[in-house]
C-alpha cells in the first residue's frame, strides 16, 4: 500500500494564479481531510469529506474548493491564489469519522509558496 | 474559544527522558491524540487517551487528567531520531480535532 500520496511536493505561484493540488489514498478509506500548516501554528482543517460526492467545509475553507467524485482522490483546488495562502499542505484519512476516534493518515505533504 | 497549549520548544539529553505537556480548553471532549512530525514530514499517530490515566506503549507514555485539561507525553531513553515536533490534538464536543501548535524537541548528544 502506498498509503496517502501527494503531488506536487512543492509549488511556486504567482498572485492571481491557480492550481490544483493532488491527493490519493489506496485504503479505501471514506473520510478524507486538507490541512494547511503555518509556522508555529497548528494544523487548520480546509474542507472533509465522508465519502465519495459528499464534502463539508472545516475552519478555513476560504479561498480554496474541492471535490470528492472516487473514494480514492480528494483533490484541493486553489483559486486566485494569494500570499496568505503560503503554507504546507496535507491531506490525511482515516477509515470512518472523527466519533470513531480512528487515527487519521497524513501524506507527505505540498509546500507550497505564493509570490 | 478553544485553546491548546503546548511549550513551543524542548531540549534534552540523549538517553534521558523528557516530559511534554499540554493543556486544552476545548467545548467538550472525546478524546486527545498525540502525534510526532518530523521535519519536513507527515505527522504520524503515536497515542490517543480518552479516559484519565497513564498509556504506556514502549518507551513512550501518554498520561490524561480530563478534570484539569492536561496531558503530558513522556519519552524515555531518548534517541537522537526522537528529535521531531509533537503534536497535541484534542476532538472536541462536534467531533472536531483541534490541533496545538506543536512542541519541537531537540535532542542533544
Known amino acids: 500500500n502506498a498509503g496517502v500520496t501527494q503531488t506536487p511536493k512543492f509549488r511556486i505561484l504567482k498572485i492571481g494564479q491557480s492550481m490544483t493540488l493532488q491527493c490519493a489514498q489506496d485504503?479505501?478509506?471514506?473520510?478524507m481531510y486538507w490541512y494547511r500548516q503555518d509556522p508555529g501554528m497548528g494544523l487548520k482543517l480546509i474542507y472533509y469529506?465522508?465519502?465519495?460526492?459528499?464534502?463539508d467545509k472545516g475552519e478555513v475553507p476560504n479561498g480554496y474548493n474541492v471535490s470528492r467524485s472516487t473514494t480514492e482522490d480528494f483533490p484541493l483546488r486553489l483559486e486566485l491564489a494569494a500570499p496568505s495562502q503560503t503554507s504546507v499542505y496535507f491531506c490525511?484519512?482515516?477509515?470512518?469519522?472523527?466519533?470513531?476516534?480512528?487515527?487519521?493518515?497524513f501524506g507527505p505533504g505540498t509546500r507550497l509558496t505564493v509570490l | 474559544g478553544q485553546n491548546i497549549d503546548q511549550p513551543t520548544e524542548m531540549t534534552a539529553t540523549e538517553g534521558a527522558i523528557v516530559q511534554i505537556n499540554c493543556t486544552y480548553q476545548?467545548?467538550?471532549?472525546?478524546?486527545l491524540f498525540w502525534y510526532q512530525q518530523h521535519a519536513g514530514e507527515a505527522p504520524t499517530f503515536l497515542s490517543y487517551?480518552?479516559l484519565d490515566g497513564l498509556e504506556e506503549k514502549g518507551r513512550f507514555s501518554s498520561f490524561l487528567s480530563r478534570s484539569k485539561g492536561y496531558s503530558y507525553l513522556l519519552l524515555k531513553e531518548l534517541q537522537m531520531k526522537d528529535s521531531a515536533s509533537y503534536l497535541c490534538?484534542?476532538?472536541?464536543?462536534?467531533?472536531?480535532?483541534?490541533w496545538g501548535a506543536g512542541t519541537k524537541l531537540i535532542i542533544k548528544p
Open positions: 487517551n480518552v
Open positions: 490525511a484519512s482515516s477509515p470512518r469519522g472523527p466519533s470513531y476516534t480512528d487515527t487519521q493518515y
Open positions: 485504503m479505501n478509506h471514506n473520510y
Open positions: 476545548t467545548s467538550g471532549f472525546n478524546g
Open positions: 490534538a484534542v476532538l472536541d464536543s462536534n467531533y472536531q480535532l483541534i
Open positions: 469529506s465522508v465519502g465519495a460526492g459528499i464534502t
